[in-house]
């Protein structure tokens, strides 16, 4: 399996900008997909997640401005960001995972399929 990362950019606090994740090598329906972000400096953090079956799981920092979705169709995961801040300004990756259970959704580690990371910097 192999994950695509896009859509990053230089934007100003309040803007929006949409990234996206493209699977291939996979169907990618029968995924767990996430994206998590790395600020310099800090660890590799957890963003959102969309659970096969749809459900939507988000860290507290994002929820409420962010919103993961995925298109099985296209293979691909969507990450709308709303409202951005200065700190969110990340390198964002995505992840995929077949196996993964409830309470390890959060988790970095359990992340089989890595994207290469696509940076986003949000200026004041």
């Known amino acids: 399996v192999q994950l695509q990362a896009s859509g990053g950019g230089l934007v100003q606090a309040g803007d929006s900008l949409t990234l996206s994740c493209v699977v291939s090598?996979?169907?990618?329906?029968?995924?767990?997909m996430a994206w998590f972000r790395q600020a310099p400096g800090k660890e590799r953090e957890f963003v959102a997640a969309?659970?096969?079956?749809?459900?939507?799981y988000y860290a507290d920092s994002v929820k409420g401005r962010f919103t993961i979705s995925r298109d099985n169709a296209k293979k691909t995961v969507y990450l709308i960001m709303n409202n951005l801040r200065p700190e969110d300004t990340a390198v964002y990756y995505c992840?995929?995972?077949?196996?993964?259970?409830?309470?390890?959704?959060?988790?970095?580690?359990?992340?089989?399929?890595w994207g290469q990371g696509t940076q986003v910097t949000v200026s004041s």
């Open positions: 090598g996979d169907t990618g329906s029968r995924y767990t």
């Open positions: 992840a995929a995972d077949g196996t993964l259970i409830l309470s390890s959704v959060r988790d970095a580690n359990q992340y089989d399929y």
């Open positions: 969309i659970w096969r079956s749809g459900n939507r």
